[in-house]
């Protein structure tokens, strides 16, 4: 067991300063002029002390693709940003379409011990869009999966997506999309406009997204079921969400920090850190889904955190790999685009970078608040610092953010797990106690 920490003096979200009393994986106590004999104390004077984030869309690409992430590695990343919650996407090698792999997930999770892995279900089986995956069997299995996604593919085929959305409902699950027809974008390599046309590069049109997230709202209207959007790009999108939602239809959204700060006009160097899918869109595009978030038509920020060996990303662009890692900037990013543009407060920060993804993937003890008997996940940030953003600041096994050499805002200073320290002034812990 641990010795009890005692934080003094940090800004709790937009509230006023306090000390918080943390012993025995739990939030003690919150006032001031706390004290406690033996604990650790932490000086977080300046800091603002957030819930611990919680991301929707994680790649942590183990079992299979360990080259370019492991779970560990990944926990050690997610940590590094703040993070206590990650949901691992299941494009792992074998997918993630069985009880059996999803519980390897979440026993990888558990041994790592930096954040708590949550496994995201395939909804076919090899993500192969053909036939439903075992969603029955992972929801009760140990890792009680809510959660389903095919994501790097689109989930096409309009009755297996229905039947998907009427299977879930037993057991309060979610299909979470990544909308693209796959006929539309067709050997596409960036946004389909002015610019791919000045470059010569095929283009990835905005209906392409825009239909399948129609059809899908639609679709989850017609059987009562809960439909979630992954990465929502499009000015175009955020209209659609926006309709569905006035309508009544049980539809969340996400948007990425990248699809919230940078446009298309990064592709004119062909750098392939810039290659993502969904594509970077127009200053439009980037407009539309920062006011989406800002009035909650988009719920929450989501990393899409896709880690690639250097091989597939240093190489010409039309042959390298789409994604970006993300979970050690998200914040930073989030900060930069919506909070010191006035866009968004501290307390939406923590609704949609905590609490929203929380309820959206039903973890009852995840994206909890700050508060005297509540699970103590939180992170200490400090908004000031703005430096560049280097290889020192990636903690995962890949370096393929498209953030280096950017000067971004923040940083983590703390994050607790649990009760355990998993950053330690700035620095991820080289093993975490409990």
């Known amino acids: 067991m641990t010795n009890p920490i005692l934080i003094r003096s940090a800004q709790i979200v937009a509230g006023d300063r306090s000390d918080i009393l943390v012993e025995n994986g739990h939030i003690a106590e919150v006032g001031t002029g706390l004290d406690r004999s033996g604990a650790t104390v932490i000086d977080a004077d300046g800091l603002i002390a957030l819930p611990g984030l919680v991301d929707l869309h994680t790649h942590l690409r183990e079992p299979g693709y360990e080259a370019s992430e492991t779970i560990l590695t990944g926990s050690r990343a997610a940590a590094a940003g703040g993070y206590t919650t990650v949901f691992a996407m299941p494009n792992t090698s074998p997918v993630a379409d069985t009880a059996g792999v999803v519980e390897q997930e979440l026993a990888l999770g558990e041994a790592a011990g930096y954040v708590h892995v949550q496994p995201i279900g395939a909804v076919t089986v090899g993500q192969k869009g053909e036939r439903l995956a075992e969603l029955g069997a992972m929801a009760s299995s140990r890792a009680q999966v809510r959660v389903f996604s095919d994501d790097g593919f689109c989930v096409f085929d309009p009755l297996i997506m ?9 057991f309060d699950g979610v299909i979470a999309q990544h909308a693209q027809d796959p006929r539309l974008t067709e050997g596409a390599q960036m946004n389909e406009g002015t610019v791919s046309a000045e470059l010569g590069l095929a283009g990835w049109p905005a209906v392409a997204e825009e239909s399948i997230i129609a059809r899908d709202v639609l679709l989850a209207e017609h059987v009562g079921s809960r439909l979630h959007v992954c990465h929502l790009s499009t000015a175009g999108s955020v209209d659609i969400i926006r309709w569905a939602k006035a309508r009544g239809i ?12 940078l446009t298309e006009e990064l592709v004119r160097g062909y750098d392939p850190r810039f290659k993502v899918n969904p594509p970077l869109r127009r200053d439009e595009d980037v407009r539309a889904v920062r006011e989406g978030l800002a009035d909650g038509t988009i719920d929450i920020v989501a990393t899409d955190h896709a880690p690639h060996p250097a091989e597939v990303k240093s190489c010409e662009w039309q042959a390298a790999a789409n994604g970006m890692v993300g979970l050690e900037s998200a914040l930073r990013v989030v900060q930069q685009a919506v909070v010191d543009t006035g ?13 929203a993804p929380a309820r959206i993937g039903r973890l009852a003890d995840a994206g909890t608040p700050i508060a005297a008997g509540e699970v103590a996940s939180f992170t200490l940030y400090d908004p000031t610092p703005g430096r560049t953003f280097t290889t020192d600041d990636l903690r995962g096994r890949s370096l393929n953010s498209p953030y280096l050499g950017r000067e971004l805002p923040g940083q983590v200073r703390w994050t607790l797990s649990r009760g355990a320290i998993t950053v330690h002034d700035g620095s991820v812990v080289s093993e975490v106690v409990r």
């Open 250 to 261: 049980n539809v969340t959204a996400e948007v990425t920090p990248h699809h919230l700060l």
């Open 162 to 170: 229905r039947r998907a959305l009427e299977y879930v409902k037993a």
């Open 343 to 355: 866009m968004l407060s501290w307390d939406d920060v923590a609704r949609v970078m905590s609490t």
